[in-house]
Nanobody
């Protein structure tokens, strides 16, 4: 079973940057989609960005320029760089995996079979 472990979260001031990591193990799928999601208290889980095994990327339309998703295949790690952090970025951030290319519905949590435990990002003003 695919396992995902997130890291890199923390407390930062508004305007700062963070790079989140998602270490993927036991991935036997040659075709996959890895997505980053976030969930703030009292809100639904929201897709932020996704990358597939071809390296194609997808981003949430709103404010996408602050997010950069990338992957290091030898390290089996997917990264999410978040720049110019805002207080509204405060949330638990999760990575998830699906055994197919990212679809047009990549931002729906139901598209994904495997989830990590999350890493907390807190942005103060």
């Amino acid at each position: 079973q695919v396992q995902l472990v997130e890291s890199g979260g923390g407390s930062v001031q508004s305007g700062g940057s963070l790079r989140l990591s998602c270490a993927v193990s036991r991935n036997t799928y040659s075709t996959y989609c890895i997505g980053w999601f976030r969930q703030a208290p009292g809100k639904e889980r929201e897709g932020v960005a996704a990358i597939n095994s071809r390296g194609s990327t997808s981003y949430l339309d709103s404010d996408y320029s602050r997010f950069v998703i990338s992957q290091d295949n030898p390290k089996n790690t997917v990264y999410l760089q978040i720049n110019r952090l805002k207080p509204e970025d405060t949330a638990m951030y999760y990575c998830a995996a699906a055994p197919h290319y990212c679809s047009d519905s990549w931002y729906y949590p139901d598209e994904y079979h495997y989830w990590g435990q999350g890493t907390q990002v807190t942005v103060s003003s």
